[in-house]
């Protein structure tokens, strides 16, 4: 429990620990209970962070071990492009049996090989790590986005778990789909008139349903084999709540009920060939790691800019559903 006030105003209860107690993580290393509360406060103060416990248990006599997510935002001097940092990991924490308090506290991130503060300095793999994501120049418009919580960050992509949503969908245009479904991933375009962006934009705008009703926007735009899905507000939480399309405009409202989904973040224009070199790097890595793909449900991509958006800073995410983790 009190894990949990890490960086809230009641803060952590400094009697639960030894006043010599050695904290050591990939970037930072204190040897008493001074340096460990001085480096909370510093990372409270400067990165507004926001710690998620998502498992604790015993691992040995005197241990407990947790699992985590922490996500901090850089200040927005100098960082003016707001950068954030995502992490996740476990600790494991050492108890002395004589006095029931924690004198050895290590840190873990799933993201790199070498943990700890090795050769007092700090791990280089851990310097990289937050340089890399410091800067991520991608840029993701200040727009509703499904919610979703980062399990694990790994060094190349991220495991998220995302909340029901619901989105607008229509097909792609026909030999698109079928040429997606032959392997590749987007297949949005065969030379026809069908437009499906423009379909899904009509629906929203109001134009395209029989109400009138405009919707906001948001991102991101998803596209798998056959099918293009703008996102709804979530506001909106049924699909009776939407207006039904006019007569004519191929759009239906359907309810993505979330679940867990490895994703790997790219920049530039997505275009079908680079998505599906980044699919099959996606799926190279899962099953890398020992994760098991869904059967049956087809990856997709999801775009998050306009035309607009210098292309270095354009996000993209190809998304793979994973079942067992």
């Known amino acids: 429990e009190d894990l949990t006030h890490l960086f809230d105003e009641q803060g952590i209860d400094r ?4 006043s010599d107690v050695s904290f050591e993580d990939p970037l930072t290393k204190y040897d008493n209970i001074d340096g460990y509360l ?6 409270k103060n400067v990165f507004t962070p926001t710690y ?7 691992t040995g006599d005197w241990e407990l071990s947790t699992r985590w997510t922490m996500e901090m935002n850089l200040p927005e001097f100098p960082f003016v492009w707001r950068p954030k940092l995502t992490f996740t990991g476990t600790s494991v924490m050492g108890i002395n049996p004589a006095t029931m308090k924690v004198r050895t506290h290590f840190d873990t991130w799933d993201a790199i090989d070498t943990q700890g503060f090795f050769l007092k300095s700090r791990s280089p793999e851990g310097v990289r790590e937050v340089f890399q994501q ?4 991608t840029k993701q418009p200040d727009l509703e986005t499904p919610r979703y919580q980062v399990l694990r960050r790994y060094a190349a992509y991220e495991v998220r778990e995302y909340l029901p949503f619901l989105v607008a969908e229509t097909r792609t245009a026909a ?8 392997g590749g991933m987007t297949g949005t375009g065969d030379g026809s008139n ?5 379909t899904l934009a009509g629906y929203i705008f109001g134009q395209g349903n029989r109400t009138g009703e405009k919707m906001s926007m948001t991102t991101p735009v998803f596209t798998s084999p056959g099918k293009m899905q703008f996102v709804l507000p979530s506001k909106y939480t049924d699909p009776s709540q939407l207006p039904p399309p006019k007569d ?8 993505v009920e979330g679940g867990v989904y490895a994703a790997l973040r790219f920049s530039g224009i997505a275009t079908d060939a680079v998505a599906s070199d980044a699919e099959a790097r996606l799926l190279d890595l899962i099953e890398r790691d020992g994760l098991t793909r869904a059967s ?7 775009q998050y800019n306009d035309p607009a958006t210098p292309p270095p800073q354009r996000r993209n995410d190809v998304l793979v559903r994973l079942e067992g983790f």
């Open 15 to 18: 009697d639960l620990y030894e």
């Open 38 to 43: 001085f480096n909370i406060g510093m990372l």
């Open 52 to 58: 998620t416990m998502h498992a604790i248990e015993q």
């Open 134 to 137: 410091i800067f991520d120049f």
């Open 175 to 182: 030999e698109g789909a079928s040429r997606a479904a032959a």
């Open 194 to 198: 069908f437009n499906p962006f423009g």
């Open 248 to 255: 004519g405009v191929p759009v239906r409202v359907t309810r």
């Open 296 to 302: 049956g449900v087809a990856s997709s991509l999801a």
